[in-house]
């Protein structure tokens, strides 16, 4: 028995092979996912400790929490916690040859997927997984928010940092646990949920699945693994979605099936809805019976699709949709999903983890809209005459942009301005003849509205060029946003200083 928390005991996780959690060493605990079950486990008293291939603001907040951490990999990391570890946890991005793991294996010490820890985390709980091509970390986030102003208190672990709390994970006194699932690598069928949410299926990842049937054959075996008596959740706006919702519905032990979206027959249907800068509100017919109106704080169509999935998995777990839709309209979004960066000169800069082009597409129509809305409302410089849209786009994964090139050329053609850099490998190594190059040959020549400007398009391998190049481009009332899931990040700020200097 461990001391939890609250200080009572607490008996330490156990993995579905029979692997104890009581005792864990995190190769990566850096990135969201791992340092999610790091935060947990630590909040619950057992001891955790870590390694990163470079420090961050993530590793200093574990070490708020007790986890020992260390940056670099090497084996003897595994000494970090007196006695050693019970289990080393790794993430996808973790290789076999890494030193940490090489080790942990010549010791006879389990090694374990990052999806089978948090599963042994959700153990005891009423579970909700939420999955999806697009749209997951912020379908989380909106249910987590909306369950906490409930006064339910669940435990989460979600892809990204809650604006609300400033963090991504928590351990929580309530019987509820939400989890964003990784459908990546097929990880996500480590989990046996309570209920689920499946936002879309779009054809992803290619580069681990194959193709387009196999990748929505592994959501088919993840409905299967919800628990007997429980829920899912659908968009019928989705074709894929409701392609999986013919192929389950009504099966023997298929989950109850909640639909929602803007579709006619939905179970939770998406009517009047009015955006407004930033947010706007939406009334959503329940049942075909009950009008409910919903506030929201974040811009876009996706965002409000997004929000009445979370209000839909809320209804079924038990709590008003009165409630729920209160607690969204508390919801300010999530770091990285088009964050307010700052704003210099004019120019407004905001940053989105965007990096499949059905996503692209979303996050700059609804770039646009804000864009519409703040030079009506005079927020701009110069009201009378509308700011451009900007947006500089990092591909992510070799084997994604050869497969999308094309759809993303057609998703960034709805920016004025398209700065495309050079592609984030992340886990694959370079592919010659692979680069931000393939995509903005493909993007058309002209003006994106009517009287506009024609589009400029430009190819900056370099990111040391970017603040220099896009500062010298942008003027006052245009809309920059960053996109990307690699270290485009970092070029936002360094935008605004460089816009600031002059």
Known sequence: MISGTEGLPVDPPIAADGTSLSRVHMVGIGGAGMSAIARILADRGLPVSGSDAKGSHVLTGLAQRGVLTAVGHTGDNLDLLPGGP??????TAIRLTNPE????RRRGIPVLQRAIALAALMTDHRSVCVAGTHGKTSTTSMLTVALQAAGLDPSFAIGGELNESGSGAHHGTGDIFVAESDESDGSFLAFAPHGAIITNLEADHLDHHGTAEAYAAVFRQFVDRIMPGGFLVLCLDDPGTRTLMSEVAGQPGSPRIVTYGFT????????????????GTAVVQVAGEVDVLLHLAVPGAHMLSNAVAAL???IALGVSADTMAAGLAAYTGVRRRFEYKGRSCGVSVYDDYAHHPTEVAAQLLAARSVLAGTADSGWTPEPHEAGRLVVIFQPHLYSRTVAFAAQFATALSAADVVVVLDVYGAREDPVPGVSGELITRQIPDGPVTDGADSRQVLYLPSLAAVPETVGNLVRPGDLVITMGAGDVTMLGPQLLEHLESR
């Not at 793991?101 to 942990?104: D, I, Q, S």
């Not at 006619?264 to 955006?275: K, V």
């Open 101 to 104: 793991v090489v080790e942990a």
């Open 312 to 314: 839909a998995a809320g």
């Open 264 to 279: 006619d027959g939905a179970d939770l249907r998406i009517t009047d809805h009015r955006p407004a800068g930033h947010g």
């Open 86 to 91: 019970t289990a080393v946890v790794v993430s």
